[in-house]
Structure formats: structure tokens, C-alpha cells
């Protein structure tokens, strides 16, 4: 059971490390994902417009708007002439029943091609917000979690892994020891 200086860490030892390294580190993973998702939203508030023209989906889509208000409106034209010739002979009326199948392809609309463009968007909003200092940040601070995580699997010396935790979280400011506030006095 005893290896180097002291005993093996338990179960309930081991359990312990894990959920303070969580408890330590959770809120600064979450502050930076905040700052980073702030970092996209801006990014995409600079425009899916701009980057639409930057690879050149302005056109494609204006140039579907275009046809589907043309569709629209000759839709409203088949709508009413169909219906007066229909209200005007009686056996046109009874047998009055449209269906028209479509392919995939050829139901594709501009709200359709927006949405696509809004999430490559994203994507290319993310990717770029990897790279700023929030970003760096947060993928340091996960890889400090996982780090932490795998010396508490890994550590058979409980003194020997307070201070190897506590040297680890010191690189973003944050202590393993926690200090206890001062009481108020009365």
C-alpha cells in the first residue's frame, strides 16, 4: 500500500481533489466561455453580410430573392386566374386539384441559403475567436483542468499533491489553499 513518502490516496481522497479542481476552476472556464461568446457575438454583429460578400453568397441570394418573388407573384397569378376560370365553369371548378412535387434542390429559398450563411459565420467567428487572448485563455484553462485531473489519478502522495496543484493553479492566479474570510467582529 505505501509507496515513496506516505500512503496511497483513497477513493473519497481522490474524489475530493477532482471535485475542488472543478470547484476552482469551473468559474474561470465559464468567465472566459462568456468573454469568448461575446468575442463571436461582435464579431457576427460586424456583419454575416460582409462575410456573405467575402465569398461572394450576396449574389446568390439576391439574385434567389429575385426569383422568389417572381415565383411569388406568379403564384398569386395562377392563384386568381385558376379560381376565375374555375368560378366560371362549373366542371373546372369540381375538378379543381393541384399537387406539384418538387425536388430538394429545387425548394431551396433564400431564408434556407441565410441560414446556412449564418452558421458558417459562426464557425468562422469561432475559429477566429480561438485565436484572441480570451480564447488562448480558455483552451489554457481547460488543459490546466485536465492536467490537475490527471495528477490526482495519478499522485500516490497526498502532500506531494497539494503542492503540485497548488504550483499548477498558481500560473492563473487562482490558489489550492483557500483562505478563509475574517469573521465580522461584534
Known sequence: ?????????????????????????????????????????????????????SIGADKVIARLKKAEEEKRTASRQAYVFFNAKASSIVSYN?????????????????????????????KQAEQFAETTPQGQRLAFLKALSESAKDKVKEASVSDELKDTLDNLFKMVGVSWERKLPALPRK
Open 94 to 122: 369540381k375538378a379543381k386539384d393541384y399537387k406539384f412535387d418538387r425536388d430538394d434542390k429545387e425548394t431551396i429559398s433564400v431564408k434556407d441559403c441565410i441560414s446556412q450563411l449564418e452558421k458558417w459565420a459562426e
Open 1 to 53: 500500500m505505501s509507496k515513496g513518502k506516505g500512503m496511497e490516496l483513497k477513493l473519497h481522497q481522490r474524489e475530493h481533489f477532482q471535485n475542488k479542481i472543478d470547484k476552482l476552476l469551473e468559474p474561470e472556464i465559464e468567465r472566459e466561455e462568456l468573454k469568448l461568446k461575446t468575442t463571436i457575438n461582435k464579431i457576427l454583429d460586424k456583419g454575416v453580410d460582409k462575410f456573405g460578400k
